[in-house]
């Protein structure tokens, strides 16, 4: 028996087929011969060649191994807290930070380190906290500790710029962050970071920001 002659709209759509494998054969070919080039695959899906480059901001050796440690940077001069820190902890590792600066408008510099074992981390129970990364969870809230942080200490001074809002509206923002152990009173009307949390506080910034 004979088979049915394919119709004008069944031969358009296998040309279309054709040419679309054409197409991807084509940019394949063409991503072949640029390193590092990302190839669009057939299903939608991508791969790329090369291997991707060290994360933006960070020195490129901060992702290659050391010969002796298999996850220690090698650069010893620019990781310098990283290898002291293992050089203290051992292999066990943990985590610490550490600051020393001196806060806009204060005498001398603040000095802070904080740091756990890794065996001391796994005691951690991570809803802990909750209540003091919950404080700092409003784009204004940070930018009255910045404010503190940098030397407008009263509530007064603070009403002069428009975004913190009403007075009682950066009473509320103040008391909340006092109430998180984020501000202090220096004297009656008066607030600060106090000096326990000026390096968590830069080192939470730090963080969110690079």
């Known amino acids: 028996s004979m088979e049915p002659t394919p119709s004008a709209e069944d031969r358009l759509s296998a040309l279309e087929q054709r040419v679309a494998e054409l197409e991807a054969a084509a940019a394949e070919s063409s ?20 291997e991707s480059p060290a994360p933006s901001g960070f020195p490129e050796s901060s992702v290659q191994p050391s010969a002796g440690n298999t996850a220690l940077p090698g650069d010893a001069e620019t990781f310098w807290a990283l290898h002291g820190l293992v050089d203290h902890l051992g292999e066990e590792g943990g985590v610490t930070y550490t600051g ?10 603040v000095a802070w380190q904080m740091g756990l074992s890794s065996a001391g981390l796994a005691q951690i129970d991570f809803a802990e906290a909750a209540g003091s990364l919950a404080a700092l969870g409003h784009p204004v809230r940070l930018q009255l500790l910045q404010a503190i942080y940098e030397g ?10 428009e975004r913190f809002g009403t007075t009682g509206q950066i009473y509320h923002h103040v008391h909340a962050l006092a109430g998180s152990g984020w501000l202090e009173s220096a004297r009656r009307g008066h607030w600060r970071v106090p000096a326990q949390r000026v390096v968590p506080l ?5 963080i969110g920001t690079h």
């Open 202 to 206: 830069l080192t939470l910034v730090l």
């Open 100 to 109: 020393y600066t001196t806060p806009p408008g204060c005498s001398g510099p």
């Open 152 to 161: 407008t200490s009263t509530v007064a001074e603070l009403g002069k710029d």
């Open 31 to 50: 991503a072949l011969q640029e390193p590092g080039a990302t190839q669009q695959k057939a299903d939608g899906t991508s791969s790329v060649r090369a």
